[in-house]
């Protein structure tokens, strides 16, 4: 047999089940991370979806660029769905948090501005939990910012892996199909796919020279 077996995505979030609403005085910062298809959104909402259902006072929020899916949801390629606000820079998403909300839920942290992380460490040193989830790498391979900077001051990072679909193996990089040097290329199925270090190709996306 020549199936390679993919290592199962940890699911650790140490902080998970710790949370208890009105004792707590302190908040963190957790960040999802990793390629497309790895499963970012998946796990956001999950984790997001407990703390609705343990009723801790939620708000969800994404960029206003990734339209894909339309407006007032986060959904995941598997279909998984989460109401959301859109906002078009991190000031205004600093503006739209409610004082009384518990956990706050960010999807696509790679598309907001550079302000990201101060505005996150804002909301964490207010004593909320925050949750951002974003690709860390673009379609060359080159970490996207703000994610970078967020990694950095997070106090729990997961790493998602999505599997290569030339190999198997672990994937971690996005590949770009179509020829295109914009940095943001917004959609999925067609444009982009989940492949490993010795498949993953930078040049596939370079736009041909006539
Ligand atoms: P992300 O937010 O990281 O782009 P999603 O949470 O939206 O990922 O979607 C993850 C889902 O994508 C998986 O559960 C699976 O159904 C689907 N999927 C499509 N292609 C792949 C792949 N190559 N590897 C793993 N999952 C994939
Ligand atoms: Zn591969």
Not at 9 to 27: C, E, K, L, Y
Not at 144 to 163: D, H, N, S
Request: hydrophobic letters at 40%; charged letters at 25%.
């Amino acid at each position: 047999m020549n199936i390679k077996a993919a290592p199962e995505v940890q699911r650790q979030t140490p902080v998970d089940d710790a949370i208890r609403p009105g004792s707590r005085t302190h908040g963190w910062i957790e960040v999802i991370t990793g390629s497309m298809f790895s499963g970012k959104s998946e796990e956001l909402i999950r984790r997001l979806r407990r703390a609705q259902i343990a009723r801790q006072k939620v708000q969800i929020f994404k960029p206003v660029i990734d339209n894909r899916y339309g407006d007032s949801h986060i959904t995941s390629h598997s279909a998984m769905r989460i109401e959301s606000e859109t906002v078009a820079s991190s000031r205004e998403l600093l503006e739209h948090v409610r004082h009384d909300t518990e956990v706050v839920g960010i999807d696509e942290g790679q598309f907001f501005d550079a302000e990201l992380p101060a505005v996150v460490n804002t909301l964490a040193d207010q004593g909320r939990r925050v949750i951002v989830a974003g690709l860390d790498q673009d379609y060359l391979g080159k970490p996207f910012e703000p994610m970078p900077q967020l990694l950095a001051i997070a106090e729990y990072i997961t790493k998602t892996l999505a599997i290569c679909v030339v190999c198997g193996d672990p994937a971690n990089h996005t590949q770009r199909l179509v020829a295109s040097s914009d940095r943001v290329l917004v959609g999925a199925t067609g444009l982009y796919e989940a492949r490993c270090r010795h498949c993953f190709d930078p040049h596939l996306a370079e736009v041909a020279k006539t």
